[in-house]
């Protein structure tokens, strides 16, 4: 079996990897602890940088802050899920937006005429999908990073979601994540993970 040791200047202290994925949980309930409307704005600003491909960074976010634009979005989701979205300080729609090769001049300047490579909106979507589905988890990382618990939801009107808030563009539906401080009392212990010799093949 191949073994390796990680330089330790190479990586993050125990304490940081414990506060980003040993020790992080996702939360099914909230407690009072508001959340500073700006978190949204932080958190973004340090998953922008995760790797897409050619720098497409198709990931579009919806911070919904209105009552009336919450409650929509409650009625929406899975019935196990609304009171995650209710209660929740922060709320965001991460969506996918198909139309990200408009933008390559300007994420990849290096090489002219990048957004022309992709003339079928199929292909596209397919692409945005799968790198705005790479953002969402730097989003999620970023977030508990920043201190804060999310809570990534996919149970939802998958159609009438985008119907309500998403009509302005040609965006997919990725997930609703909810932003706050977890609730520790009202955590289920840990599901169990896969081990690495049955996830993990040597060739």
């Known amino acids: 079996m191949i073994t390796a040791t990680l330089p330790a200047r190479a990586g993050l202290p125990d304490e940081s990897l414990d506060l ?19 978190a949204v704005r932080e958190i973004f600003e340090t998953a922008k940088f995760g790797p897409t491909m050619m ?74 999908r799968m790198n705005a589905t790479l953002q969402l988890a730097y989003f999620l990382i970023a977030a508990r990073a920043h201190g804060l618990d999310a809570a990534p939801m996919t149970g939802y009107s998958s159609t009438r979601i985008p119907a309500r808030f998403l009509a302005g563009g040609d965006q997919d539906l990725i997930a609703v994540v909810a932003l706050g401080h977890a609730d520790g009392a009202a955590t289920h212990p840990r599901n169990p993970r896969l081990p690495y010799e049955r996830v993990v093949t040597h060739v």
Do not use: C, Y
Request: net charge negative.
């Open 55 to 128: 720098n497409s960074l198709p990931m579009r976010l919806t911070v919904v802050e209105s009552a009336e634009a919450r409650a929509d979005l409650v009625s929406l989701m899975a019935p196990g899920n609304q009171e995650k979205v209710a209660t929740a300080p922060v709320v965001v729609i991460v969506s996918a937006d198909r139309d990200f090769h408009e933008t390559l001049a300007e994420t990849f300047p290096h090489l002219p005429g990048a957004g022309d490579k992709f003339p079928d909106r199929e292909q596209r979507g397919t692409l945005a």
């Open 20 to 38: 980003l994925f040993r020790e992080a949980r996702t939360p099914v309930a909230w407690t009072d602890e508001p959340v500073d409307p700006a």
